[in-house]
Structures are given as C-alpha cells and as structure tokens.
T-cell receptor, first 114, second 109 residues
C-alpha cells in the first residue's frame, strides 16, 4: 500500500492565483481530512469528509473548497490565493466512525503565496 | 473535543526513558487519548492510544490515571531519532481531532 499520497510537494503561487492540492489514499478509508500547519503551530482542520459525496467544514475553511467524488481522492482547492494561506498542508485518512484507530497522514504540501 | 495541556518542551538523555505528560481534565467517558509525533517537516505519525487501561506497543507505553484526567507517554529508551514534537489528543467517535502545539522533545547525546 502507498498509504496517503499528496501532490505537489512544493508550490509557489502568486496572489490571486488558484490551484488544487491532490490527495489520494489506497486503504479504503471512509474518512479523509485536510489540515494546515503554520510555522511553530499545531495542525488546524480545514475540511473533512465522511465518505464519497459528503464533506463538512473544519476550524478554518475560509478560502478553500473540497470535493469527494470517490473514496480514494479528496482534492483541496484554493481559489484566490492570499499570503495568509502560506502554510504546509497535510491530508489524512482514517477508518469509519466509531473505530478508535488513528489517522494516517500524507507527507505534506509546502505552499508559499507571494 | 476535550482540551489537553502539555509542557512546551522537554529534554531527555539518549538511552534514558522519556516521560511526556498530558493533562486532559475535561475528558468525557467515551473519549480516547491518542498520542502522535511529528518529526521535522513530516506528517504526524500515530504512536499509541488508550481509553482507560495502560497500553504498550513496540514504540511506547501509555499510562492513564485512574480518574482519566491525565496520561503519560513513555519512550523507554530514547534515541536521537525520537527528537520530535509529541501531540496528546483526546477525541471521541466523530473523529475530528484538535492538535495543540504539543511538547517538543529534544533527545541529547
């Protein structure tokens, strides 16, 4: 199993540009998550999904959009990039609700908006 | 999610046991205690979790007090590769988790 994969690993955007961060998992997990981590800080939940076609907001959803058309993929869309979105973005997945097993994280995407 | 409190940083000598404390005084009955660690620039890595009994796996031991208001993660023989930020998280079945700033463990040669 590849686990959770994320692309790209690094990206530099200009203010106002758009991009999609890709996330895929091959563990057949129902739950998927997007987090951002600013320097020296913990992770903050942006969006999460409990299954294909179902998404919900986390702590910091403004400026982002998500979709979940398949169990495997959970892309994160930035529509109008702003310097405040400079961060490291982690995607994660986990087993279904009620299962206490942990989340599996991808390697992260380091995004800089200038 | 219940709030957790951890010391911001700790040092440990290589080869000695590292004991990382966590307070979670508002934990509810159906919430588990999870520990993750994040080695520089990598995604967080699951270590161990428990409900009320002590747990041990190949990476660490988790000691939960009888009243469940605090816990301790024990790395029995710390190595330089254990230098990382350690997060204590309490969460229930809906799976949303809140990562605080964790404890930065520095293992010293």
């Amino acid at each position: 199993n590849a686990g959770v994969t994320q692309t790209p690993k690094f990206r530099i955007l200009k203010i106002g540009q758009s991009m999609t961060l890709q996330c895929a998992q091959d563990m057949n997990h129902n739950y998927m998550y997007w987090y951002r981590q600013d320097p020296g800080m913990g992770l903050k939940l942006i969006y999460y999904s409990v299954g294909a076609g179902i998404t919900d907001k986390g702590e910091v959803p403004n400026g982002y959009n998500v979709s979940r058309s398949t169990t495997e993929d959970f892309p994160l869309r930035l529509e109008l990039a702003a310097p405040s979105q400079t961060s490291v973005y982690f995607c994660a997945s986990s087993y279904s609700m009620g299962d206490p097993r942990a989340q599996y994280f991808g390697p992260g995407t380091r995004l800089t908006v200038t | 999610d219940a709030k957790t409190t951890q010391p911001p940083s700790m040092d440990c000598a290589e080869g000695r046991a590292a004991n990382l404390p966590c307070n979670h005084s508002t934990i509810s009955g159906n919430e588990y205690v999870y520990w993750y660690r994040q080695i520089h620039s990598q995604g967080p890595q699951y270590i161990i979790h428990g409900l009320k009994n002590n747990e041990t796996n190949e990476m660490a031991s988790l000691i939960i007090t009888e009243d469940r208001k605090s816990s301790t993660l024990i790395l029995p023989h710390a190595t330089l590769r254990d230098t990382a930020v350690y997060y204590c998280i309490v969460t229930g079945g809906y799976q949303k988790v809140t990562f605080g700033t964790g404890t930065k463990l520095q293992v010293i040669p």
